[in-house]
């Protein structure tokens, strides 16, 4: 098993603030083809380089992401910050596999609740 980077408040502010323009404004709705390209781009960059992301075997972990955990809300609200970061990690490689499902993510409003958790988990540290 591989371990976990640790995370600090800096790295979690710093994906925090990576995250600006990635998500529609509250009451907005887009497209697929309106989810900004560039801040997106420089969100994923910035989960990697403060090791929000993290190697390890997702695809049995959320069963290709078959398992109800993957995409549950519930689970989502309730997720430690080691679950968060391994539903955001699956999520981002599965974006490899699956054209759209990050896009899709965003869209639906799932990241948002991602980066909420996160904000959440931050306070409370």
Same mark, same amino acid.
Not at 1 to 9: G, V
Not at 28 to 34: G, K
Not at 67 to 83: N, S, V, Y
């Given at each position: 098993?591989?371990? +976990? =980077? =640790?995370?600090?408040? =800096? $790295? +979690? $502010?710093?994906?925090? $603030?990576?995250? /600006?323009?990635?998500?529609?404004?509250?009451?907005?709705?887009?497209?697929?083809?309106?989810? =900004?390209?560039?801040?997106?781009?420089? !969100? +994923?960059? /910035?989960?990697?380089?403060?090791?929000?992301?993290?190697?390890?075997?997702?695809?049995?972990?959320? %069963? &290709?992401?078959?398992?109800?955990?993957?995409?549950? &809300?519930?689970?989502?609200?309730? /997720?430690?910050?080691?679950?968060?970061?391994?539903?955001?990690?699956? !999520?981002?490689?599965?974006?490899?596999? %699956? $054209?759209?499902?990050?896009?899709?993510?965003? +869209?639906?409003?799932?990241?948002?609740?991602?980066?909420? &958790?996160?904000? /959440?988990?931050?306070?409370?540290?």
């Amino acid at each position: 098993m591989t371990a +976990i =980077p =640790p995370l600090s408040k =800096p $790295d +979690i $502010d710093a994906v925090l $603030d990576s995250a /600006a323009g990635v998500t529609p404004p509250p009451g907005a709705q887009w497209r697929l083809d309106e989810v =900004p390209h560039d801040p997106l781009l420089r !969100h +994923i960059q /910035a989960l990697s380089r403060h090791q929000f992301i993290f190697v390890f075997d997702w695809t049995n972990e959320f %069963s &290709r992401g078959g398992d109800p955990r993957f995409t549950c &809300r519930r689970t989502l609200a309730q /997720a430690d910050l080691t679950l968060l970061r391994k539903l955001m990690t699956a !999520h981002l490689r599965m974006d490899r596999f %699956s $054209d759209n499902h990050l896009a899709g993510l965003i +869209i639906s409003g799932y990241w948002q609740a991602c980066l909420d &958790r996160l904000q /959440a988990l931050r306070r409370a540290m």
